[in-house]
């Protein structure tokens, strides 16, 4: 186990602080799960680093009392979709880097669902040069396994790669043909890239190009509409975890959200199968009872149905939610990711049969988390893990990033007390169809530095 002693320190010459006045957190909860580090500590935040315990402080530096505050590394997102380019009016590379930092999130994976899709080097380059380029967090892409998200022919993933593409996926269109599955999942252990899934059986969500909106359920019967059996999400992972055994590829199931999922996950993970998992916020605090809108008291049609609650994966089975928060306590889910999808009013308004798929999370995920804190299934340490070294790990980047011991000034300053509601006037993304609308959270981002420098400060 690393220890403060023995982390490698920057040094007081670097480049990156000639000039620049660090910030000194004092009195706060220091929270690194890759270091295995909870203890009440000083921070010393430069653009290149951080230091805990630091032994000697710049006469002028920045002094901020966070006593009674958690002091964390910044927050990973695995899994949003920033719309930029082709869809802007919903998010864009710079509106969504404004509402990660106000949920203390300094690093992003962004899909390859955009139009065009991120299946081109060059597009893959704008998504990290962009941001940072106007002080935006860090971008990181998953970039399109296949060409045109078509499932057919296998992306050039050596140019990818070569890019800054982390990791491969084909998102809300998996991979169905299982050749051409083995074959992006060898281009992956060529790489030494991660697979991300979307793991649904098509066959059995989809008939006549209509897509099941809501998850298989008595909420579904009465409503009278389609539903999604928790079997299509199972049936692909059972496939997946077939070939990537086989041929030695890193696998990751993105919003994992059924209880067979898990118990399949886990069994790999005891046999040493490279698997990893996420599980959303809203799949860990939601079932597909909560999809009725709350003045409805029994679901006759469509239009009592909310489409604030529509996404995909679905709201599943209490049992199933039940599921994935033991899986938070036990260790089978790696992280927890929002698969922010920002969408219109208008959009969202044409109901829940025929409005799109999809929520947003930046700025609730961490807060969410916190709710099983509060009710002690995990500690705050593990909180922390879901959200920095977990999603480091799942990336192949232990230990560079979600860690202080890395090489970023990225820090989140958390009042893990502070209660407030979510409206749509509380929330900075471009979009606001949250599934938490309404809801009441106890625990806030205060700040969160970038670099360094504080890229945002609650001010209410």
């Avoid at 580090?37 to 653009?47: A, H």
């Avoid at 002091?71 to 590379?93: A, C, N, S, W, Y």
Wanted: hydrophobic share 40%; proline share 6%.
């Amino acid at each position: 186990m690393k220890t403060l002693n023995n982390l490698p320190r920057p040094s007081s010459l670097s480049p990156a602080r000639i000039g620049v006045r660090p910030t000194l957190l004092r009195g706060g909860r220091v929270l690194d799960a890759f270091l295995r580090l909870d203890t009440i500590d000083d921070v010393l935040v430069w653009p290149d680093g951080c230091e805990v315990a630091p032994t000697q402080v710049p006469h002028d530096a920045i002094v901020v009392d966070v006593s009674d505050r958690w002091v964390m590394p910044g927050l990973i997102d695995l899994q949003v979709h920033f719309r930029e380019p082709g869809q802007t009016h919903k998010e864009d590379l710079l509106s969504g880097s404004r509402a990660a930092l106000c949920g203390g999130i300094t690093s992003v994976v962004v899909m390859p669902n955009t139009v065009p899709c991120l299946d081109d080097p060059a597009l893959v380059r704008l998504q990290h040069d962009k941001p940072a380029q106007h002080g935006g967090i860090h971008i990181y892409v998953a970039a399109a396994a296949t060409k045109g998200l078509l499932g057919r022919e296998v992306s050039d993933v050596a140019g990818l790669k070569a890019a800054g593409a982390l990791a491969l996926t084909d998102d809300g269109l998996p991979v169905m043909d299982d050749d051409v599955m083995a074959d992006v999942f060898r281009a992956c252990a060529q790489h030494d890239l991660v697979f991300m899934q979307h793991a649904e059986d098509l066959e059995l969500t989809r008939v006549d190009g209509h897509h099941a909106p809501m998850n298989q359920s008595l909420t579904q019967h009465l409503a009278g509409v389609r539903g999604q059996p928790s079997s299509a999400e199972s049936r692909m992972v059972a496939r997946d975890l077939a070939l990537c055994e086989r041929l030695g590829a890193r696998y990751h199931v993105l919003h994992t959200s059924t209880s067979s999922s898990l118990e399949l996950i886990r069994a790999a993970k005891m046999r040493a199968v490279r698997v990893t998992c996420e599980a959303s916020p809203h799949h860990l605090l939601l079932c597909d009872e909560d999809v009725v809108r709350p003045e409805v008291l029994q679901p006759t049609s469509a239009a009592d149905l909310d489409p604030y609650k529509k996404m995909n994966p679905p709201l599943r089975a209490r049992a199933d939610r039940d599921a994935l928060q033991a899986a938070l306590a036990d260790g089978t889910v790696d992280a927890v990711a929002t698969d922010h999808a920002p969408h219109a009013d208008f959009e969202k308004a044409r109901g829940f049969v025929e409005g799109p798929f999809g929520v947003i999370g930046l700025e609730t995920a961490f807060a969410a988390l916190l709710t099983f804190v509060d009710g002690g299934l995990i500690t705050p340490l593990r909180a922390c893990e879901l959200m920095t070294a977990g999603p480091a790990r799942v990336l192949g980047r232990a230990g560079r990033m979600g860690t202080f011991a890395g090489e970023c000034g990225d820090v989140v300053v958390v009042d893990p007390r502070q209660g407030w509601a979510v409206t749509p006037g509380a929330l900075l993304s471009r979009s606001k169809n949250t599934a938490f609308l309404g809801m009441r959270f106890r625990g806030r981002v205060e700040r969160t530095y970038l670099r360094g420098l504080c890229a945002y400060q609650r001010i209410n």
